[in-house]
């Protein structure tokens, strides 16, 4: 069976080897991203490297200020030099679903805002059309029953996303998120402008146009995809 964690470790080194001294960096969220930020840290400790970041989540953040990496305010940054972050899903468009771990409003606010995103994963996260993974949609609670009510218009199977103890996840901005069963996207870019044009939508986990490199890891390496 394939060991995906060693997949992650593998791609998440060799995002991390792109990172250059004086970098602004965009520090993604996940397990894929925490082995690249361990890494990044580990550079600073042993080789002298010299970053500031901007963290995706509260619990990047943490992890960040834990391992001595300097963090700024992304309010206060116009622009990033590069961001490492993970996926749920990559088509070979380097279209990406992500948001699994309800990071996206801040991730999505990042990848805009940088030079070069890198997309890192292991081999699960490639799909040949993007939607098996549930689709996340970040609302306003003062817009929950409206959006809830113009996503089910949609006509696929939607869910609030709950905490293990049955409320409702809270995300960094104190929203919620709906999961879209999909199943399929076949139109990315017009489903992204239907959602986008929903009073208290703040984000959705569809990222076009934004990463620019996909490092998966596989079995005994790394494949890499730049977007042209
Ligand atoms: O909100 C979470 C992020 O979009 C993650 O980057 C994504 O869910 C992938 O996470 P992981 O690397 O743990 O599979």
């Known amino acids: 069976m394939a060991d995906l964690e060693a997949q992650k470790q593998r791609a998440a080194l060799r995002a991390a080897a792109e990172v250059a001294d004086g970098m602004l960096l965009g520090l993604g969220t996940g ?3 925490t082995y690249a930020i361990r890494e990044i840290a580990r550079r600073m400790r042993e080789e002298g490297l010299r970053l500031t970041a901007i963290a ?3 619990a990047t953040g943490a992890l960040a200020v834990s391992l001595g990496i300097p963090l700024r305010s992304m309010g ?3 622009q990033l030099d590069l961001v490492i972050d993970g996926a749920d899903e990559i088509d070979p468009a380097l279209r990406a679903i992500k948001g699994g771990g309800g990071a996206l409003f801040r991730e ?3 990848a805009a805002a940088a030079v070069r995103m890198i997309v890192i994963g292991d081999s699960s996260k490639p799909v040949e059309t993007l939607g098996r993974f549930k689709l996340p949609v970040e609302v306003h609670p003062f817009a929950l029953r409206s959006v809830q009510h113009q996503l ?3 006509g696929a199977p939607i869910a609030l996303r709950s905490r293990a103890d049955g409320a409702p996840f809270a995300t960094d901005q104190q929203a919620n998120i709906f999961d879209v069963a999909f199943d399929r996207i076949d139109d990315a870019g017009a489903l992204a402008r239907m959602l986008e044009a929903m009073p208290g939508v703040l984000a959705h986990g569809l990222f076009i146009d934004l990463v620019d490199t996909a490092i998966i890891g596989t079995e005994d390496g790394v494949s890499i ?4």
């Open 31 to 33: 397990s894929t991203a």
């Open 56 to 58: 995706t989540s509260s």
């Open 76 to 78: 206060e940054i116009d």
């Open 108 to 110: 999505k606010i990042a």
């Open 152 to 154: 089910e218009a949609l």
């Open 225 to 228: 995809t730049n977007r042209h």
